[in-house]
């Protein structure tokens, strides 16, 4: 699809799935539970069952880096959530991250989307990513005080798409 300093992404293949894993376990910000609704999304989107969720892989050197699932939010007009990213970090700080936005923005302007947003967690372990939304053009939107627990709020995210980024 698109290459980004020798970083290509790409759809999703059946034997991405254990990569993907790893990398989400690797990061040691998920919770079991949300890599399993990581893993279930996945396996829905590579099946064709549910083309609501795109998946998109980003390789560095033939290997799996990192990824990313998005879909428009229903019931909207060109808005998308940005519902996962993650970088296996053995690959960090390569651009990966800044590659599958690049790749996502250029994808949503072909398919008329306005919007998109990200929601995240306060927690230390979203520290990172949530600096990294930031400096990839989000603007951080709202904080949700004790959202998802006491102490774990909901922090959302909203960038524009625009051809021009």
């Known amino acids: 699809m698109s290459t980004n300093r020798n970083i290509s992404i790409r759809p999703p293949r059946l034997e991405d799935r254990a990569p993907l894993e790893a990398a989400l376990r690797a990061t040691g910000a998920f919770y079991d539970f949300e890599i399993a609704v990581a893993l279930d999304l996945f396996d829905l989107s590579t099946s064709g069952r549910d083309p609501s969720y795109v998946f998109r892989c980003a390789e560095l050197g033939g290997e799996f880096a990192g990824y990313m699932c998005f879909g428009e ?6 808005s998308y959530d940005l519902y996962w990213l993650a970088v296996d970090p053995r690959w960090g700080r390569r651009g990966i991250g800044h590659a599958l936005v690049d790749a996502m923005m250029v994808e949503l302007c072909e398919r008329n989307g306005r919007k998109v947003y990200v929601e995240t967690s306060s927690r230390a372990p979203y520290d990172a990513a949530r600096s990294f939304y930031l400096r990839a053009g989000f ?3 709202v904080t949700y005080a004790d959202f998802y627990a006491p102490g774990d709020s ?6 524009d798409v625009s051809p021009n980024r």
Do not use: A, Q
């Not at 909901?154 to 960038?159: C, D, G, L, P, W």
């Open 73 to 78: 939010i229903p019931l909207t007009r060109g």
């Open 139 to 141: 603007r951080l939107l």
């Open 154 to 159: 909901k922090v959302v995210f909203e960038r």
